[in-house]
């Protein structure tokens, strides 16, 4: 049976400072860079809009406003309606949940963390949320590094009866995975947790204390990949998983004079020459340019405007207009926007993070 609420708002984070994946975050916040050639954000966004969620709120942090408000805008190219909220410091992640409380309006939501993507959508998990029995729910995966997550226990009913933040020691394996559905009254807990030990105000410590006053939480668990894109790392294998999904009919049709092999997703106005070869699940942007001599992919996103000029780019996400030239290859590297990457040195594979408008020449 499914339960959906009227109207059920969404609330997504897009604040934290990305130190993991800096020098990237320095001019652009992570839930931007793209994965699968699109912002990890937007993959949030869509989840909602596809979960039948289309009034949303996106709390900022302290950068990056500019950057994802002038893509988003009021959310109508992406068929949702879209309301800023400032969390300003970053004081963890209960603390951005309650800057969204006016937006909520009293009424269950949904809350996905901007930097979490996960396969499947959100779908099962909204529509399997029982208000009448249950006070929220938790999408949950088992995980190998417990002590890294917010960890979740359960009672023989599935239902979840405790959750603790990065533990020590790990009462389960179960983690949440950045995705809830949450009733208004998580509210009233956030004002009243103090500081974890970490300085931060944790969400898990009030979904904690609803618990313990006898709330229900189900547990959803989840299948398929999931990822908390938080290093270069996780950009690159987030990437990767992501393009794998591209099936045979998403493939544009190109009008090029070099070699494609495999599934591609591209933009318009893409350039492949006579010479040049794309092996896929590749994700070209539109405007992108593959010269004579360069071979791109497999596993690899070039965004908008970039241009591979000469040599091998596998595995890697190239951001806005950059343009890599190498005599070798370039593998699992992660291009900022507007950098120029020219290599002539030969020997093996360059593994690469670079930031925004960055010159390498080696
Ligand atoms: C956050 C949450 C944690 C959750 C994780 C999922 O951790 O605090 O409960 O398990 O996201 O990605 P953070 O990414 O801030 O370390």
Known sequence: MSYVIACMKGVVL????????????????????????????????????????????????????????????????????????????????????????????????????GDDLIQRGITDLVEGFDPSTHAGSIAVKPVNDPSRYGIVNLDDDGDIVGMVEKPNEPPSNLAGIGVFVLTADVFDEIAEVGASWRGEVELSDAIHRLLTRGERFQSHIVDGWWYDVGTPTDVIAANRSVLDDITESEAAPLDVDGTIQGRIA???????????????????????????????????????????EDGTVQSSVVLEGATVRTEGRILDSLVGRGATIDVTATGDALKLVVGTDSQVTL
């Open 266 to 308: 591209a933009g318009s106005e893409v350039i492949v020459q006579d010479g040049a070869t794309v092996r896929g699940p590749v994700s070209l942007g539109p405007g992108v340019e593959i010269h004579d001599g360069a071979t791109v992919g497999p596993y690899t996103t070039l965004e908008a405007d970039s241009t591979v």
């Open 14 to 113: 897009a604040g934290g400072t990305g130190s993991r994946l800096r020098p990237l975050t320095y001019t652009m916040p992570k839930q931007m860079i793209p994965v699968g050639g699109i912002p990890v954000l937007e993959h949030a966004i869509g989840d909602m809009r596809d979960a039948g969620i289309s009034e949303i709120a996106i709390v900022l942090g302290e950068h990056g406003h500019d950057d994802i408000k002038g893509y988003f805008g009021d959310g109508s190219e992406f068929s949702v309606d879209i309301t800023y909220v400032y969390q300003g410091e970053p004081l963890g992640l209960g603390h951005a949940v309650g800057c969204a409380e006016k937006f909520v309006d009293g009424e269950p939501f949904v809350l996905f963390l």
